[in-house]
T-cell receptor, first 112, second 111 residues
Framework: DVKVTQSSRYLVKRTGEKVFLECVQD?????MFWYRQDPGLGLRLIYF???????EKGDIPEGYSVSREKKERFSLILESASTNQTSMYLC???????????FGQGTRLTVV | RKEVEQDPGPFNVPEGATVAFNCTYS??????FFWYRQDCRKEPKLLMS???SGNEDGRFTAQLNRASQYISLLIRDSKLSDSATYLC????????????FGSGTRLLVRP
């Protein structure tokens, strides 16, 4: 079974902190994604990566950056956390051949 | 205009009912289409892909209308366990493989 693992299920951080969300997949997938999910807004793409060290902005990249130094790991960084970044963050991976996305269990981040 | 639009619902139906969801997409160059299911407080999971000729998986039927740019999902003989949010997903396969999610349609199946 494909496994996508996010480092934390729940996080509470203070405004202004630098926050790292880690995601690891074990199926050698080329593509990895970070989404946030908010009530009424659905899943919105923050960043995605289609290869090591390659990244592209999604629909809402402001306030975020990403790092992909190894194929299996894709990190989301909140440079200076703000309360409007309180959300559920979902990582996903996929292969170009199928485009089916496999999701991690999500990280519920609260910024206070 | 959102790239992928869905009626948020909720659709509240009795067990055994047939229910249909529609989804429209704005990018005519979209290549692949999917329905995902998301249970409360869980991650989304692939329910089924949507093929041009239409496809069926048990009680679930998916159809694609490229000319009108909409996708549908039909659920027959609804079960209590079908209660979930159904997400329409479009893949824009240009130089990358970007998945665009609709905001989901919530289904509640009552006894």
């Amino acid at each position: 079974d494909v496994k996508v693992t996010q480092s934390s299920r729940y996080l509470v951080k203070r405004t202004g902190e630098k926050v790292f969300l880690e995601c690891v997949q074990d199926m050698d997938h080329e593509n990895m994604f970070w989404y946030r999910q908010d009530p009424g807004l659905g899943l919105r793409l923050i960043y995605f990566s289609y290869d090591v060290k390659m990244k592209e902005k999604g629909d809402i990249p402001e306030g975020y950056s990403v790092s992909r130094e190894k194929k299996e790991r894709f990190s989301l960084i909140l440079e200076s956390a703000s309360t409007n970044q309180t959300s559920m963050y979902l990582c996903a991976s996929s292969t170009p051949s199928t485009a089916e996305a496999f999701f991690g269990q999500g990280t519920r981040l609260t910024v206070v | 205009r959102k790239e992928v639009e869905q009626d948020p619902g909720p659709f509240n139906v009795p067990e055994g009912a047939t229910v249909a969801f529609n989804c429209t997409y704005s990018n005519s160059a979209s290549q692949s289409f999917f329905w995902y299911r998301q249970d409360c407080r869980k991650e989304p999971k692939l329910l089924m892909s949507v093929y041009s000729s239409g496809n069926e998986d048990g009680r679930f039927t998916a159809q694609l209308n490229r000319a009108s740019q909409y996708i549908s999902l039909l659920i027959r003989d609804s079960k209590l366990s079908d209660s979930a949010t159904y997400l329409c997903v479009v893949n824009e396969m240009d130089s990358s493989y970007k998945l665009i999610f609709g905001s989901g349609t919530r289904l509640l199946v009552r006894p």
